[in-house]
Structure formats: C-alpha cells, structure tokens
C-alpha cells in the first residue's frame, strides 16, 4: 500500500506567486491534509499586492499557523514529525539561505529540519531571468535530493484561464507527495489521441 501524505510544512516566502501557495493550501485543505503553515514578512505582503485576499484569510486554509520569528515552534525540531515540506513560492533569498545552511528564520529552519531528517522538501522557485548565482544555489540543493520545482505550466493541457496554469503547477507538486488529483489534464500522446478519435467513428 502506498504511502499517504497526511501531514505537511507548507511556506510561503517573498517571491511573487502567493497564488501557489494559496491554492496549494485551498486542495490540501479539501483532501484532508493537516498543513503547518509559515509565512515571511514578505510573503504576506505578496499576498495583499497579488490577490484579494488578506494574510488571514490564507492563514486559515492551514491546520496550524507558525510565526517566521518563532524558533521554538514544532516544525523546528526533528521530533515533530511530518511527510514533507513545499516553499511555495520560494523567493531567491530563501533558496540561497536553504542551500546554504543558514536557518536564521522559522521557514528555512524547517526547511533544513526536514533535509536533515530525510524527508521531501520542494521548493518552488518563481523567478525570471536567474544568474549564475541562482543557478548554483539551485543545482547545490538538487544535489542535496531537493526537489526544485520551478513555477513554469505547461500548455498541452490547453490551459483556458490563469487558474489552469496555477492548477498545473499546484498538482505537479501534488504529484511529488503522491496525492492524487485532477486539476489538469495529463500528457497524452497525440497517436493516443488520433487512435481514441479513430475509435469514436466504428
């Protein structure tokens, strides 16, 4: 029997893209997974600037809010046990901080919490154009067996609205943690598709 998710760290930093995360937690929260929500000070204001909706309305999609400044809280410490954790967005400062060891707030002292206990961290970087910087960063927790993930939909489920999109990308990180959904339609070859019309005509 596969393993089931029941529990995750989700964060939300200062990089555009709130809407991720938002949705993220608005599917989780319909699946039944306990979420342990952190977000920065920047993540916040992401929200106000980019939906309609206030950090407190986005808080209460969670299971469990945490203060970014709170060092003390559960998901600091190894003990807490939990299936995974998503950054969503994940702004390039947090990346660099996560790469690099450097846990001076709650989100990425969960972050490195969860590496160095073994499980799943996605990070879901939302930026354009990156330098080198960002690359290595990048490729520094790839090859640590993080899953860097960037915000980039694909179209061959041919998206017809900005929800789509979301959609896409949210359920690619659903994929990672094995939670099934439907919010887009998966890859289908076209001779798949051409065979499928052939039938519909005997």
Not at 122 to 130: A, D, G, K
Not at 173 to 192: A, C
Request: some cysteine.
């Amino acid at each position: 029997m596969p393993n089931v998710t029941t529990r995750l760290v989700v964060g939300i930093s200062g990089a555009s893209g709130a809407i991720y995360g938002v949705r993220l937690l608005e599917v989780l929260k319909s699946k039944g997974v306990e979420t342990h929500l952190i977000i920065t000070p920047w993540g916040e204001e992401m929200i106000r600037v980019e939906t309609d909706m206030s950090p407190d309305d986005v808080k209460n999609l969670a299971t469990q809010v945490y203060d970014d400044k709170d060092m003390a809280a559960r998901v600091s410490s190894g003990s807490f046990k939990f299936d995974g954790m998503v950054v969503i967005p994940c702004s390039m400062k947090t990346i660099s901080a996560i790469a690099n060891g450097y846990a001076s707030t709650l989100l990425v002292r969960a972050a490195d919490v969860t590496m160095k206990e073994g499980r799943k961290l996605i990070v879901v970087p939302r930026e354009t154009p990156v330098n080198q910087v960002h690359l290595k960063n990048m490729l520094q927790l790839a090859q640590m067996g993080v899953t860097v993930l960037p915000a980039m939909p694909g179209f061959y489920h041919r998206p017809k609205s900005m929800g789509d999109l979301v959609d896409h990308v949210v359920g690619k990180v659903l994929d990672q943690f094995n939670i099934e959904h439907n919010l887009y339609k998966r890859w289908q070859p076209m001779r798949d598709q051409q065979h499928l019309a052939d039938q519909k005509h005997y």
